[in-house]
């Protein structure tokens, strides 16, 4: 007995490429090799200390029981006003529900929305659990590609060439990962203006990273837009601003029909989330928000001085980010050298090669999308990092 007794959905399944590399990571670092981890996409910094005291008193306060399955009450209110306060969003406490991450909430919306054969635009590169989610959906994925040289941004004349009249949803990362860029206000306006054409189109718009954002005109909210504010689902959550990455909280914010359709899925296959992380977030949404500007800061410089030493390894092609922790250099120079023993054939060849030689984790574009690159978390200190970039450029020149 064996993998194909595994249903058919699982054995067509792709294994998450980030938590794949991280896992390997530690595999080796247990063995006691000094391997610097810059796979997984996860803030290097502790959750605030406000927060966390919320979810002591939470748990002395006997919060210890199952919650309402959107989420309590108060939290979903905090949700609405921080939507307000940031967003120029206006959803009720009804249009919220809560969920188990910001994974789990996007998920659930391509479970509650797409049919057997309805197609789902992804702009890429994309975030690799994406065409994994729509698979699940038994939706089809349709890859609407973002060039290099206009920052892996997909123009909205792609986009409205990928419409067909079996498009249910299209789905981005704004501020992206991997590539770190971020959609202007006016880049989203125009995909709005196609969304409006094609009423029965979705969008689902994820802003997880919505604090870690550089760009001077600051995050935008597609779903601020009135007239096509019931056709958006905005994804959000604490993980990434908040550093609050293994408390699980995340959430969607849709119209009530939708709200409704999600808390269901969840009714039958979750339940409302943690009750404790949920007393957390309610102080994370409510503010304030310094601590989360002090990260941002810190990315921000490390992004600095992670591009430029990237920028200095020959053949390495690298864009600057605009907001998220990660660089995403163009490797593909390399494809088909070798030092020796190894031929890298492509991004995966080139990771595991890196892997095993600098003892440097970093994942594979191919996951994202994009083969030609590789994805480099920057939340790490800046003492890992320019050793992290040393090596990598110590280990490249071996490959001729
Ligand atoms: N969307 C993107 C683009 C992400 O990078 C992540 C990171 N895990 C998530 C969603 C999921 O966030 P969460 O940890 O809240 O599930
Ligand atoms: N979003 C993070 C990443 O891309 C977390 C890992 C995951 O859930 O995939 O690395």
Redesign the pocket.
Same mark, same amino acid.
């Given at each position: 007995m064996s993998v194909e007794l595994l249903a058919n959905r699982i054995n067509a399944l792709e294994e998450?490429a980030?938590?794949g590399m991280t896992k390997r990571a530690r595999e080796l670092s247990a063995q006691g090799h000094k391997v610097i981890s810059l796979s %997984?996409?996860?803030p290097d910094f502790k959750t605030p200390k406000h927060i966390c005291d919320a979810a002591k008193d939470a748990i002395d306060a006997g919060f210890h029981g199952y919650s309402p399955v959107a989420g309590y009450p108060d939290l979903r209110k905090a949700i609405a006003d921080k939507l307000r306060r940031d967003n120029n969003l206006e959803w009720n406490p009804e249009n919220i529900v809560v969920s188990t991450g910001a994974?789990h909430s996007l998920a659930n919306v391509l479970q509650v929305l797409v049919n057997p054969g309805d197609e789902v635009i992804i702009f890429s590169p994309y975030? %690799?659990?994406y065409s994994e989610m729509v698979k699940l959906a038994e939706g089809k994925t349709v890859i609407c590609e973002g060039a290099f040289d206009n920052n892996f941004k997909v123009t909205p004349e792609q986009f409205e060439a990928a419409i067909t009249p079996k498009t249910k949803v299209v789905m981005y990362a704004s501020p992206n990962?991997p590539t770190g860029s971020v959609y202007t206000e006016d880049e989203l306006r125009a995909i709005a203006e196609i969304v409006k054409k094609h009423p029965n189109i979705f969008i689902l718009a994820d802003e997880i990273y919505e604090y870690i954002n550089f760009t001077e005109g600051g995050h935008f909210s597609i779903g601020s837009i009135p007239e096509i504010k019931d056709r958006v689902i905005t994804v959000n959550g604490v993980a990434k601003g908040h550093a609050m990455t293994g408390w699980r909280i995340g959430f969607t914010a849709s119209a009530k029909w939708i709200a409704e359709g999600v808390e269901k899925l969840q009714g039958q296959v979750t339940s409302g989330t943690n009750s404790i992380a949920q007393k957390a977030a309610t102080v994370a949404f409510n503010g304030p928000l310094d601590e989360a500007y002090k990260m941002k800061d810190a990315y921000n410089r490390r992004r600095g001085l992670v591009v430029g030493l990237l920028r200095e390894i020959p053949g390495f092609k690298v864009n600057m980010p605009d907001g998220a922790f990660y660089a995403f250099p163009d490797i593909s120079d390399y494809f088909g050298k070798s030092d020796g023993k190894t031929i890298i054939k492509d991004s995966d060849d080139f990771c595991m090669w890196l892997l095993a030689e600098a003892l440097v984790a970093t994942v594979a574009g191919s996951g994202f999308g994009a083969p030609n690159c590789m994805r480099i978390s920057t939340a790490a200190s800046d003492e890992q990092l320019v050793e992290a970039c040393e090596r990598i450029k110590t280990a490249v020149a071996k490959l001729q």
């Open positions: 998450s980030t938590l %997984v996409g996860e994974k975030w %690799v659990s990962n």
